[in-house]
């Protein structure tokens, strides 16, 4: 157990803020002698997978818990599908890239991502047309009330976009100690449609493309439009695409003709990136703190000397310009703490 310990390593905005206590857990039994420590302090928790979707605004007064719990094991299902489990603490796209390795298909388009496995679950992470609840199969909890093991199969995660169960009633009540995945041995399904992956396919001069194909294709254009956490802070993207009423839309689109719109019955999704960047935010710094020249829903730590408040404040004026302009409220996607 550390004192006063610093979290700059440990969230990829780069913030300096402190906690008060800070342990690292590699199984079950640490992870309730921590929690057991916080009981007896009356101390709140802080859980940190990768650090890569938090905004810390202030020090911490409590017990940080670093969930590096490892391992992975598989379970053939079927001759084309298998089980994969992966504990919470394992790298996401470490993770990606040994289902990759065995030929496992299923999450080739989510490569890249920065976190863990275990954090993958609570805002259902996504990317280039794959959510992870298209191959998720259930996870394991600890409950924090009851120090009890439970299971969370697919309808009882709740998935929506960025979205679970464990962000909206289940906030605060369950630590994610690993998660189930049924991945594909053979018969893949490749998925080309979304974003610049068919022309990044023929850039690289595939036709015909495997799982692996894909993922190459998934890493070049995030290499080639997200900035790198390690070389500049941020949490990728800032704030959720929104989804209003199709009436709404209809009105925005006689003001805004190049408004753009994924249509879903009579809800539209909006790209919040193109919100923003009609607002003059792209590129804009405010202090230490700015939105990504090359994509508007990143904010970025400018300098590497931002404080949480001022990263806060500056998506407060993001989503108040956003509202104005085009009655529309921005939600952040990013965890506030
Ligand atoms: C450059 C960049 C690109 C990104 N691109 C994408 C993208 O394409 N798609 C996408 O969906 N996301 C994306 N993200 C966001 C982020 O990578 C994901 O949300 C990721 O799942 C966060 O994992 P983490 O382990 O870093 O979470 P952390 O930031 O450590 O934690 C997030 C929240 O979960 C809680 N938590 C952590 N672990 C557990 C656990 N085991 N049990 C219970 N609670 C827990 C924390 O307390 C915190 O509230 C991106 C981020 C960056 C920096």
Same mark, same amino acid.
């Given at each position: 157990m550390y004192e006063n310990f610093s979290l700059k390593p440990y969230n990829t905005f780069g913030i300096e803020v402190s906690a008060k206590y800070f342990t690292e857990i590699t199984n079950t039994e640490e992870l309730k002698n921590a929690l057991n420590f916080s009981d007896v302090q009356t101390l709140p928790i802080l859980f940190l997978g990768g650090g890569s979707n938090i905004l810390l605004t202030q020090d911490f007064d409590g017990l940080a818990i670093k969930l590096?719990?490892?391992?992975?094991?598989?379970?053939?299902?079927?001759?084309n599908e298998v089980l994969i489990t992966a504990k919470a603490g394992e790298n996401w796209h470490n993770f990606v890239m040994y289902c990759l390795k065995n030929n496992y298909g299923g999450l080739e388009n989510l490569s890249l991502i920065p976190g863990n496995v275990g954090t993958s679950p609570m805002q259902n992470i996504g990317a280039y047309g794959t959510e992870i609840k298209d191959v998720f199969v259930n996870c394991k909890v600890l409950n924090l009330e009851t120090l009890g093991i439970e299971n969370f199969d697919l309808e009882?995660?709740?998935?929506?976009?960025? #979205?679970? *169960?464990? +962000?909206? &009633?289940?906030?605060?009540?369950?630590?994610? /100690? =690993?998660?189930?995945?049924?991945?594909?041995?053979? #018969?893949? *399904?490749? +998925?080309? &449609?979304?974003?610049?992956?068919?022309?990044? /396919? =023929?850039?690289?001069?595939?036709?015909?493309?495997?799982i692996q194909d894909i993922s190459k294709a998934v890493i070049h254009i995030r290499q080639s439009k997200l900035p790198d956490p390690k070389i500049i802070g941020n949490a990728g993207s800032f704030f959720k695409n929104p989804t209003i009423p199709l009436v709404q839309f209809e009105v925005l689109k006689q003001k805004f003709e190049n408004i753009q719109g994924y249509p879903n019955g009579n809800q539209v999704k909006v790209p919040a990136g193109w919100l923003i960047e009609q607002c003059g935010w792209k590129g804009k710094q405010i202090g230490n703190v700015a939105s990504h020249q090359l994509q508007s829903l990143v904010i970025v730590n400018a300098t590497g000397n931002a404080t949480g408040k001022e990263i806060f404040d500056f998506s407060t004026m993001i989503i108040d310009s956003v509202?104005?302009?085009?009655?529309?409220e921005l939600e952040r996607e990013v965890n506030i703490i």
């Amino acid at each position: 157990m550390y004192e006063n310990f610093s979290l700059k390593p440990y969230n990829t905005f780069g913030i300096e803020v402190s906690a008060k206590y800070f342990t690292e857990i590699t199984n079950t039994e640490e992870l309730k002698n921590a929690l057991n420590f916080s009981d007896v302090q009356t101390l709140p928790i802080l859980f940190l997978g990768g650090g890569s979707n938090i905004l810390l605004t202030q020090d911490f007064d409590g017990l940080a818990i670093k969930l590096d719990l490892k391992g992975i094991t598989e379970e053939n299902r079927t001759e084309n599908e298998v089980l994969i489990t992966a504990k919470a603490g394992e790298n996401w796209h470490n993770f990606v890239m040994y289902c990759l390795k065995n030929n496992y298909g299923g999450l080739e388009n989510l490569s890249l991502i920065p976190g863990n496995v275990g954090t993958s679950p609570m805002q259902n992470i996504g990317a280039y047309g794959t959510e992870i609840k298209d191959v998720f199969v259930n996870c394991k909890v600890l409950n924090l009330e009851t120090l009890g093991i439970e299971n969370f199969d697919l309808e009882k995660c709740r998935f929506a976009y960025r #979205d679970s *169960i464990f +962000k909206q &009633e289940g906030k605060g009540k369950y630590v994610i /100690l =690993e998660v189930t995945f049924k991945l594909t041995k053979k #018969d893949h *399904i490749i +998925k080309t &449609e979304y974003g610049a992956i068919q022309s990044e /396919l =023929e850039k690289m001069g595939i036709q015909n493309p495997t799982i692996q194909d894909i993922s190459k294709a998934v890493i070049h254009i995030r290499q080639s439009k997200l900035p790198d956490p390690k070389i500049i802070g941020n949490a990728g993207s800032f704030f959720k695409n929104p989804t209003i009423p199709l009436v709404q839309f209809e009105v925005l689109k006689q003001k805004f003709e190049n408004i753009q719109g994924y249509p879903n019955g009579n809800q539209v999704k909006v790209p919040a990136g193109w919100l923003i960047e009609q607002c003059g935010w792209k590129g804009k710094q405010i202090g230490n703190v700015a939105s990504h020249q090359l994509q508007s829903l990143v904010i970025v730590n400018a300098t590497g000397n931002a404080t949480g408040k001022e990263i806060f404040d500056f998506s407060t004026m993001i989503i108040d310009s956003v509202k104005e302009k085009f009655g529309i409220e921005l939600e952040r996607e990013v965890n506030i703490i």
